[in-house]
């Protein structure tokens, strides 16, 4: 058994984000196996990491120099959130015994503890639309760079639509999905954060390549309406708050979870800052919403979709997981590999590729997706719950301390996230409805005679 040493103190220490003071020894608990320190903080790049760096790049084309303040803030709030998320577990794990066993639902239990059943079901509702999307954003994103490889490489397939990519991606997939928490596949998460790694060097290489290609673009104009979708669009590269608790509870030291954010965090900046800047720089008005689709055909091009569509393969397996768990613990399936857990989490995967199917545009559920359920995980239930549990005692609970100034940031961030994302959900909404010019794919093949 070891302590519960993240955040909790003895006399009047302090953390730069609040402190537990001890009244007693609170034990805390090791897993023989699981997630180390490394280990964790792959999960979390592997899982944020690769749809968003492919969108970056046009959200500051269409914010300028603002899209670069706004990438850099909302990676600090976030990083700073999903700290205090995993401060938030480590309180109950302390509190309740419970909790040091596996929990299939750890940030609907922190959202209860909180504020009843009613912060159960709100986080619940966020986190499986969050992830349920995050899973639908990547199937279109691999499904749309395998066409883009496919046209490139072999022109007489060209009508070989993403459509079709789609339902190809969704079968093969299905089987990966039957793992049962995040500590049984660890090695994906690996192969994902290195993928993208990979892929955001020879993209950034790509890019200065391109510079004599894109000499004579255009500056795109700025428009408030194209700030608010940025926010989604970044809010949605910083969208691993809804898994954060599930990959947590997996480490063998769940209270080391702070090294693994500020870990992740600095990798996803350190990958996301050089390409955005760059695409922003040399394609100016002529960037695509995929940076892919805008990169000049070639090698870099062509080895940067095959391992980008490797890590979205490898984070949509990640992604689906926590919804796969939470459903079993609706529906009182065991959590043992058996034929319940193949029927059920395959049905997700065929609602998945509906989804995929019905709105085939990943810029419209991006946008409207990060400026919503995202925008309440990642800026607003942190800080909410946070500053609520740490309101509650009782004699054989440690003591938090938030001071005021603590207080004061925490509702600064609440803030910026209810406001921002009102505005983004609203602008996602209005262009979906009049900007994206989104036709379902049945409705596409119907009228190609398919």
């Given at each position: 058994?070891?302590q519960l040493t993240t955040c909790i103190k003895?006399?009047?220490?302090?953390?730069?984000?609040?402190?537990?003071?001890?009244?007693?020894?609170?034990?805390?608990?090791?897993?023989?196996?699981?997630?180390?320190?490394?280990?964790?903080?792959?999960?979390?790049?592997?899982?944020?990491?690769?749809?968003?760096?492919?969108?970056?790049?046009?959200?500051?084309?269409?914010?300028?120099?603002?899209?670069?303040?706004?990438?850099?803030?909302?990676?600090?709030?976030?990083?700073?959130?999903?700290?205090?998320?995993?401060?938030?577990?480590?309180?109950?794990?302390?509190?309740?015994?419970?909790?040091?066993?596996?929990?299939?639902?750890?940030?609907?239990?922190?959202?209860?503890?909180?504020?009843?059943?009613?912060?159960?079901?709100?986080?619940?509702?966020?986190?499986?639309?969050?992830?349920?999307?995050?899973?639908?954003?990547?199937?279109?994103?691999?499904?749309?760079?395998?066409?883009?490889?496919?046209?490139?490489?072999?022109?007489?397939?060209?009508?070989?639509?993403?459509?079709?990519?789609?339902?190809?991606?969704?079968?093969?997939?299905?089987?990966?999905?039957?793992?049962?928490?995040?500590?049984?596949?660890?090695?994906?998460?690996?192969?994902?954060?290195?993928?993208?790694?990979?892929?955001?060097?020879?993209?950034?290489?790509?890019?200065?390549?391109?510079?004599?290609?894109?000499?004579?673009?255009?500056?795109?104009?700025?428009?408030?309406?194209?700030?608010?979708?940025?926010?989604g669009t970044i809010l949605f590269a910083y969208?691993?708050?809804?898994?954060?608790?599930?990959?947590?509870?997996?480490?063998?030291?769940?209270?080391?979870?702070?090294g693994s954010v500020v870990l992740a965090f600095?990798?996803?900046?350190?990958?996301?800052?050089?390409?955005?800047?760059?695409?922003?720089?040399?394609?100016?008005?002529?960037?695509?919403?995929?940076?892919?689709?805008?990169?000049?055909?070639?090698?870099?091009?062509?080895?940067?979709?095959?391992?980008?569509?490797?890590?979205?393969?490898?984070?949509?397996?990640?992604?689906?997981?926590?919804?796969?768990?939470?459903?079993?613990?609706?529906?009182?399936?065991?959590?043992?590999?058996?034929?319940?857990?193949?029927?059920?989490?395959?049905?997700?995967?065929?609602?998945?590729?509906?989804?995929?199917?019905?709105?085939?545009?990943?810029?419209?559920?991006?946008?409207?997706?990060?400026?919503?359920?995202?925008?309440?995980?990642?800026?607003?239930?942190?800080?909410?719950?946070?500053?609520?549990?740490?309101?509650?005692?009782?004699?054989?609970?440690?003591?938090?301390?938030?001071?005021?100034?603590?207080?004061?940031?925490?509702?600064?961030?609440?803030?910026?996230?209810?406001?921002?994302?009102?505005?983004?959900?609203?602008?996602?909404?209005?262009?979906?409805?009049?900007?994206?010019?989104?036709?379902?794919?049945?409705?596409?093949?119907?009228?190609?005679?398919?």
């Amino acid at each position: 058994m070891v302590q519960l040493t993240t955040c909790i103190k003895a006399k009047d220490e302090s953390t730069p984000f609040g402190s537990i003071q001890h009244k007693g020894d609170g034990a805390g608990h090791a897993q023989k196996k699981g997630l180390t320190v490394t280990t964790a903080t792959m999960f979390l790049v592997g899982e944020m990491a690769g749809s968003g760096v492919l969108a970056l790049p046009r959200a500051v084309v269409v914010t300028g120099w603002n899209g670069v303040g706004l990438l850099l803030l909302c990676g600090a709030i976030a990083g700073h959130n999903g700290i205090m998320l995993g401060r938030c577990w480590n309180i109950l794990q302390l509190r309740w015994p419970k909790y040091r066993d596996h929990v299939r639902d750890p940030y609907p239990a922190i959202g209860e503890r909180a504020y009843g059943k009613l912060g159960k079901v709100a986080v619940s509702i966020c986190v499986n639309v969050t992830l349920f999307s995050g899973a639908t954003v990547f199937l279109l994103l691999a499904a749309e760079n395998l066409q883009t490889l496919v046209e490139d490489l072999s022109p007489h397939q060209a009508n070989f639509s993403f459509c079709f990519w789609n339902i190809i991606l969704a079968g093969a997939l299905t089987p990966f999905t039957w793992f049962g928490s995040p500590k049984d596949f660890w090695p994906v998460a690996v192969a994902a954060t290195t993928t993208t790694a990979l892929t955001c060097l020879l993209m950034l290489i790509g890019i200065l390549l391109d510079i004599p290609n894109f000499r004579h673009a255009d500056d795109q104009p700025v428009e408030i309406k194209a700030v608010f979708l940025t926010f989604g669009t970044i809010l949605f590269a910083y969208s691993g708050a809804c898994t954060f608790p599930t990959i947590q509870q997996d480490m063998k030291e769940p209270e080391k979870f702070t090294g693994s954010v500020v870990l992740a965090f600095a990798a996803l900046l350190l990958m996301y800052l050089p390409v955005s800047i760059a695409g922003f720089l040399v394609y100016k008005s002529e960037c695509e919403s995929n940076v892919l689709s805008t990169l000049t055909a070639g090698g870099l091009k062509y080895a940067s979709l095959i391992l980008i569509t490797l890590h979205l393969i490898f984070a949509f397996i990640i992604v689906i997981n926590p919804v796969c768990q939470e459903l079993e613990e609706r529906f009182g399936i065991a959590n043992k590999f058996g034929i319940l857990r193949i029927l059920i989490r395959t049905c997700l995967v065929g609602l998945v590729l509906f989804i995929a199917e019905s709105l085939p545009h990943f810029g419209a559920i991006l946008s409207l997706v990060g400026g919503s359920t995202i925008t309440c995980l990642t800026f607003v239930f942190p800080c909410l719950f946070y500053l609520k549990l740490s309101q509650q005692t009782s004699p054989d609970w440690p003591e938090i301390k938030v001071q005021p100034y603590e207080w004061a940031w925490h509702i600064e961030f609440i803030l910026i996230g209810v406001v921002g994302g009102i505005a983004a959900t609203y602008s996602a909404i209005d262009g979906i409805a009049g900007g994206f010019h989104v036709v379902p794919c049945y409705i596409n093949m119907t009228a190609a005679g398919l």
